[in-house]
């Protein structure tokens, strides 16, 4: 089918992925602002924070690290609700958390940070939770063949997020006054978004595959028909209702009632060791170091004014933006995961102990080596090529990997402990990062790049789901063989077939059927 002839036909299918991605805006603009904002002078006085750099470090790494420790705990509620609320209702409790943590920060007043933490840990909570439901939600409405695309937009949006809130932060800094306004405006934006999060959750369809699980099959079929933009009775409609019936049929004769046992089953445990190394990888590349911290990353290449670095950061995050939208385009739906993996993994790593040499070899602190300077430029680029190595690959394919490989019966508990050990260890690199760049400067950079390069071995290794159907996913790692699968397939087709005969010889003449 033509690319313009899938896009009319699949809609909306793309305009529900957009609308759940909407979370993840408010998603990368919490995770985004932090850094930017503990960097204003105005923010350094209200909180007593420039006298010590010590000081300054421990506070800035607790900012950033206690949104972390919130998403955290936000990643494992889904699975322990999800049978009595659904996947939009998540979204709505989520963008409620976002907006209670966001006017928390924004009432916070100085000497003390306790009410800025407090408000960290709330809307690390809403970011968990969306971590956790925007991936799995969209797997489950989209369709195989565009999986990747639509995944992928949730990476976009998160970037997008991350962009919105440095170029905010640089404006705030740029043209207002340093007075408690300056900070407060950046971190006032968060309300507005959060309400935009909650209000779009109610537009949207349920999941087709969490109405399944349910046994809401009537509500089911009328959702995917609405997602595909086809009758109920075409055959792509009846096909794929069979499908997804056969998997939850195969696993409830497996076990009995759904339990978060059945996530340590070995098989299914197979697949929760891949989430977990792949989060663990993505989480050490390097990336988060620099994302969070960006206005310090590039004061250590020499950039030290406030603007210059708020600057800096701020292009950084318009080179991953375009990146993202690169992959999204191109990457994701012509080459394996695998091959977007293994070369982002090698070429992050090269970047980094490029980085590491260079910031060794000519120390900033060094009269002729500062903003400026040729070995300063080539610093800095060597951070934008590593943020466009990471957006082809690690950056959006974490999540996109992470959110298809599980099973319906387990798929909620299997996305929460792959969110929560991403943010677990994003808590970690978030809170040693600045007393890294600190104590041990240009080594923390080779630390990132020795994983790196260890992340793309490791990647050679993982199973290929490009262009499988997530019912597909239980023959790739072994559950099932493909021939039980294709029998159980047809036997559902017959059973829907046997069905739509026998309400076409009861139904009267003259009258309508329907849903």
Known sequence: MPPFATLKKHKVAFAVSSTVNIGSILFGYDTGIAGGVVALGSFKDEFNLATSATEYANASSNIVALLNAGAFFGALVPPFVTKFVGRKSLLAIAGFLFLLGGILQVAASGPTLGMVYGGRVVAGLGVGMISNVAPVFVAECAP?????????????????????????????????????????????????LAVVVLASSFLLPESPRWLVKQARYEEAIHNLCYLRSASAD?????????????????????????????????????????????????????????????????????????????????????????????????????????????????????????????????????????????????????????????????????????????????????MAIGAANIWLWNFVVSKITPIALLEIGWKTWMIFGTCNIVSAIFACTL?????????????LFGIVDETTRLRDIQMNLQGEAKKSLLTANTTPVGSKQSI
């Not at 195969?250 to 197979?270: D, P, Q, W």
């Not at 199973?463 to 023959?475: A, F, G, N, R």
Request: neutral net charge; hydrophobic residues 45%.
């Open 144 to 192: 195989k063949d565009l999986r990747g695309i639509m995944m992928s937009l949730f990476e976009m949006f998160l970037v997008s997020g991350g962009m919105l809130a440095y170029w905010t932060t640089y404006g705030c800094s740029l043209h207002l006054a340093p007075t408690t306004t300056q900070w407060r405006t950046p971190l006032s934006l968060q309300i507005v």
């Open 234 to 414: 075409s055959t792509e409609i009846t096909e794929e209702i069979a499908q997804i019936r056969a998997q939850i049929q195969e696993e409830l004769a497996i076990a009995k009632g759904r339990t978060i046992r059945e996530v340590f089953e070995r098989r299914n445990f197979i697949r929760v060791l891949w989430s977990l190394a792949v989060g663990i990888f993505a989480m050490w590349c390097g990336h988060n170091a620099i994302l969070y911290y960006a206005p310090a990353v590039f004061a250590q290449i020499g950039y030290t004014g406030q603007n210059a670095g708020l600057m800096a950061s701020g292009v950084f995050s318009c080179i991953k933006f375009v990146s993202t939208i690169i992959f999204i385009l191109g990457g994701v739906h012509f080459l394996r995961r695998k091959t977007l993996l293994i070369g982002g993994g090698f070429f992050m790593g090269a970047f980094l102990f490029g980085l590491g040499a260079v910031l060794v070899t000519y120390p900033p602190t060094t009269p002729g080596n500062g903003a400026g300077s040729p070995s300063s430029q080539g610093m800095m680029a060597l951070i934008y090529l590593f943020v466009v190595a990471y957006s082809l690959s690690w950056g959006p394919l974490q999540w996109v990997y992470i959110g298809e490989i599980f099973p319906v019966r387990i798929r909620d508990y299997g």
């Open 463 to 475: 199973p290929e789901t490009k262009d499988l159907s997530l019912e597909q996913m239980d023959v």
